[in-house]
């Protein structure tokens, strides 16, 4: 019976140690995507600015 509740115990530890590390990966791409986010509407704002519509450019290329 020991060894069974043994296994167990390490299953669960397993899983918990898991869904830690996939948590805090998941913290860091969501800052990776802020950052990416921040650097595509700064290069927006640059277009715009230079006289580009981006909206008008996709329905052209549409």
Do not use: N
């Amino acid at each position: 019976m020991a060894k069974a509740k043994s296994s167990k115990d390490e299953q669960i530890g397993f899983h918990k140690g898991a869904l830690t590390t996939l948590a805090k990966e998941r913290e860091e791409m969501l800052k990776i995507l802020s950052i990416v986010e921040q650097l595509m509407q700064m290069h927006v704002k640059g277009l715009k600015e230079l006289g580009i519509d981006l909206q008008k450019e996709s329905k052209k290329s549409k």
